[in-house]
C-alpha cells in the first residue's frame, strides 16, 4: 500500500498534512499544542472545518480527521458508497501510526462518534481515551424513529417562525438525496434544528451555517447493503476509557442516546451540555473544553503519560 507523504515535515507540525493510501489521498489537519487529540467529524460527507475547536486547541494538539471521500481527490472507487465504519477505522489506524506517538484520544462528533466507538471496540491498542460526542449505540429504525420524535417536538416549539417550514423540508429531502449540492443544502437547511436556539443567536451561527460544506455519502457499502450499527453488547466491553458528551437539546443524537451510552460503557464518563443542540464545541465552547481538556488529562496521567 503507497503511504507516500506529500512533504517531509513532522507529522503533528501545525498545517495540513496529505499522502496517499492504495492511491486515494488522505489528509489531516493539525492545530494547536499539548496531548494529542485525533478528530474525525460527522455527516458522513460533512467537511471538516465545522469542526474546529480554537478552545481546545489552547491545551490539546488537535488533529482533525479529513476523512476519505470528503475531496475529489480522497474519493473511492466505488464512490458515493463504501465509507463503512470498519473503512473508515482502517483510515484512522494508519494515521495515528503515522502520528508517532504511543496513544492518542480520539474524539468523535456525530457520525464520527459511531467511527470513534467502532474504532475503541477493534483497535483499542492505539487509544488512550475515546471521546464519543453526540453519539448513539444504535442507527436504523429505533434511531429514526427517536429523531422523528424530536424532530416533531422542535416543530411544535418554534411553530410559526417563517423559517421552520424550511427546515422541516430539508429534513424530508434527506432520504432522496444524489448529489453533493443536495447534500449541502440539506446540511445547511436542516442546521437551525441543531442548536439550541439556532434563531435567538443567529448572527452569531449564520457564518457557521453558511461556511458548511459537504459531500454526498450514500451510507451502504460497496454491495449496497446498510452500514448498520448497534454496539449495545459490545459496549458493555470496551476497556478504553470513555466520554460520552450530549447537548441537552439535542434532536439527532439526543439524552436518550447519551445515557444510554453512558450506563453501557464501564466507568465512562458523561458530559451534559445543558444550552446545546448537536453542536456543543459552538453552543458552549468553555465548558465542552474544559470537560474534554479535563478527561485528557485524567486519563493521560492514569496510564502513566506525561503531559
Same mark, same amino acid.
Given at each position: 500500500?503507497?503511504?507516500?507523504?506529500?512533504?517531509?515535515?513532522?507529522?503533528?507540525?501545525? /498545517?495540513?498534512?496529505?499522502?496517499?493510501?492504495?492511491?486515494?489521498?488522505?489528509?489531516?489537519?493539525?492545530?494547536?499544542?499539548?496531548?494529542?487529540?485525533?478528530?474525525?467529524? /460527522?455527516?458522513?460527507?460533512?467537511?471538516?472545518?465545522?469542526?474546529?475547536?480554537?478552545?481546545?486547541?489552547?491545551?490539546?494538539?488537535?488533529?482533525?480527521?479529513?476523512?476519505? %471521500?470528503?475531496?475529489?481527490?480522497?474519493?473511492?472507487?466505488?464512490?458515493?458508497?463504501?465509507?463503512?465504519?470498519?473503512?473508515?477505522?482502517?483510515?484512522?489506524?494508519?494515521?495515528?501510526?503515522?502520528? %508517532?506517538?504511543?496513544?492518542?484520544?480520539?474524539?468523535?462528533?456525530?457520525?464520527? #462518534?459511531?467511527?470513534?466507538?467502532?474504532?475503541?471496540?477493534?483497535?483499542? /491498542?492505539? =487509544?488512550?481515551?475515546? +471521546?464519543?460526542?453526540?453519539?448513539?449505540? +444504535?442507527?436504523?429504525?429505533?434511531?429514526?424513529?427517536?429523531?422523528?420524535? &424530536?424532530?416533531?417536538?422542535?416543530?411544535?416549539?418554534?411553530?410559526?417562525?417563517?423559517?421552520?417550514? %424550511?427546515?422541516?423540508?430539508?429534513?424530508?429531502? &434527506?432520504?432522496?438525496?444524489?448529489?453533493?449540492?443536495?447534500?449541502?443544502?440539506?446540511?445547511?437547511?436542516?442546521?437551525?434544528?441543531?442548536?439550541?436556539?439556532?434563531?435567538?443567536?443567529?448572527?452569531?451561527?449564520?457564518? $457557521?451555517?453558511?461556511?458548511?460544506?459537504?459531500?454526498?455519502?450514500? %451510507? =451502504?457499502?460497496?454491495?449496497?447493503?446498510?452500514?448498520?450499527?448497534?454496539?449495545?453488547?459490545?459496549?458493555?466491553?470496551? #476497556?478504553?476509557?470513555?466520554? +460520552?458528551?450530549?447537548?441537552?437539546?439535542?434532536?439527532?443524537?439526543? &439524552?436518550?442516546?447519551?445515557?444510554?451510552?453512558?450506563?453501557?460503557?464501564?466507568?465512562?464518563?458523561?458530559?451534559?451540555?445543558?444550552?446545546?443542540?448537536? &453542536?456543543?464545541?459552538?453552543?458552549?465552547?468553555?465548558? $465542552?473544553?474544559? /470537560?474534554?481538556?479535563?478527561?485528557?488529562?485524567?486519563?493521560?496521567?492514569?496510564?502513566?503519560?506525561?503531559?
Amino acid at each position: 500500500m503507497d503511504t507516500t507523504s506529500a512533504h517531509t515535515e513532522p507529522a503533528l507540525s501545525p /498545517g495540513t498534512h496529505t499522502y496517499r493510501l492504495g492511491g486515494v489521498v488522505q489528509r489531516y489537519h493539525v492545530h494547536g499544542t499539548g496531548p494529542v487529540c485525533v478528530a474525525h467529524p /460527522g455527516g458522513p460527507g460533512i467537511s471538516w472545518e465545522y469542526l474546529r475547536m480554537p478552545a481546545l486547541e489552547a491545551h490539546l494538539t488537535m488533529v482533525y480527521v479529513e476523512p476519505v %471521500g470528503t475531496a475529489q481527490d480522497s474519493r473511492l472507487p466505488s464512490h458515493p458508497h463504501g465509507y463503512t465504519r470498519e473503512r473508515y477505522s482502517r483510515f484512522l489506524r494508519i494515521l495515528t501510526n503515522r502520528l %508517532g506517538v504511543p496513544k492518542v484520544h480520539l474524539l468523535g462528533h456525530s457520525h464520527g #462518534a459511531f467511527v470513534a466507538a467502532h474504532h475503541a471496540l477493534h483497535r483499542s /491498542g492505539q =487509544l488512550a481515551g475515546v +471521546v464519543l460526542y453526540e453519539g448513539s449505540p +444504535v442507527t436504523g429504525p429505533e434511531h429514526g424513529a427517536e429523531a422523528a420524535r &424530536m424532530v416533531e417536538a422542535f416543530a411544535a416549539r418554534h411553530a410559526g417562525h417563517p423559517e421552520l417550514p %424550511g427546515v422541516l423540508a430539508a429534513f424530508a429531502a &434527506m432520504s432522496a438525496i444524489e448529489s453533493d449540492e443536495q447534500t449541502e443544502a440539506v446540511a445547511k437547511g436542516v442546521l437551525p434544528s441543531y442548536f439550541a436556539d439556532y434563531w435567538g443567536d443567529v448572527e452569531r451561527y449564520t457564518p $457557521f451555517r453558511d461556511a458548511i460544506r459537504a459531500t454526498h455519502i450514500s %451510507g =451502504l457499502d460497496e454491495d449496497l447493503a446498510p452500514d448498520v450499527v448497534d454496539d449495545r453488547a459490545a459496549l458493555k466491553d470496551l #476497556a478504553v476509557p470513555a466520554l +460520552v458528551i450530549v447537548g441537552r437539546h439535542d434532536v439527532i443524537c439526543g &439524552m436518550r442516546w447519551g445515557l444510554e451510552l453512558a450506563e453501557l460503557i464501564p466507568d465512562s464518563r458523561l458530559l451534559v451540555l445543558e444550552n446545546s443542540g448537536h &453542536m456543543g464545541h459552538v453552543e458552549e465552547p468553555r465548558p $465542552f473544553a474544559e /470537560g474534554v481538556q479535563r478527561f485528557v488529562r485524567e486519563t493521560t496521567l492514569s496510564r502513566g503519560g506525561a503531559l
